[in-house]
């Protein structure tokens, strides 16, 4: 049987993601599927705020629409690249291939031609996020532990591993960035939007609960900097 993720169904966050749209409906469509699929997700309804969000805040994907008010999609992009790696999925009405080789050259790492359907958008983000962490295969390795990205279970030694959800999180978060320490801030960073307040102690008890399944050297602590998986 595989390995359950309980408590699916609470504000569960992984990934943080910007979204900049100046289509009301379409903006609050897509930041309502993105959170049902776990992501913490910021919006921006122009170009200004898009803009200033993408330059300050360190997301982990970037959904961006081309023709936005004040500051375009392009210049966006261009702002973004000319500081950071961010993955970019960029959204056009236009269905022009001359646009789309514009948005790839400028340094966009997918494009969707609207309308698009939102299952096809979430495979391509779940995508790009893989590629940009160097891990393109859903399947994560570590010692005896397998993290499978596409179905959200973990096993170890072969067994599966229940884990809620919170915990499934903060274990890919570090997953994914293994090698690195991760510092606590990072981690609150990343798996709480700017409509949450975070919750003090609580990341404590995941880390905790992590070892206790994972084993006690699986997660390591780096006193005064973060955890690391090695
Ligand atoms: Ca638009």
């Not at 790696?85 to 022009?96: I, W």
């Amino acid at each position: 049987m595989p390995a359950q993720i309980i408590d699916a169904n609470l504000l569960i966050k992984t990934m943080r993601l910007l979204v900049v749209e100046d289509e009301p409906d379409l903006l609050a469509g897509l930041a309502v599927a993105l959170r049902r699929e776990g992501y913490a997700v910021d919006t921006a309804p122009d170009g200004e705020e898009g803009l200033y969000k993408a330059l300050n805040t360190e997301y982990d994907a970037i959904i961006l629409d081309v023709m936005l008010p004040h500051v375009d999609g392009w210049e966006i992009l261009r702002r973004i690249r000319s500081s950071r790696s961010t993955p970019v999925l960029m959204l056009t009405a236009r269905d022009r291939s001359a646009d789309r080789v514009r948005g790839l050259d400028a340094g966009a790492d997918d494009y969707l031609t609207k309308p698009f359907d939102t299952p096809e958008l979430l495979a391509r983000l779940r995508s790009l996020i893989r590629r940009s962490r160097h891990h393109p295969q859903a399947l994560l390795e570590i010692g005896a532990v397998s993290i499978n990205l596409a179905a959200r279970t973990v096993t170890r030694a072969s067994e599966p591993v229940t884990l809620t959800a919170r915990e499934y999180v903060v274990l890919e978060f570090l997953a994914l960035h293994r090698g690195e320490v991760v510092t606590r801030t990072a981690l609150y960073d990343h798996l709480f939007d700017e409509n949450e307040s975070t919750l003090s102690n609580i990341l404590d008890v995941h880390i905790f609960n992590l070892r206790k399944k994972l084993g006690q050297d699986f997660i390591l602590t780096r006193r005064g900097h973060g955890y690391i998986i090695e």
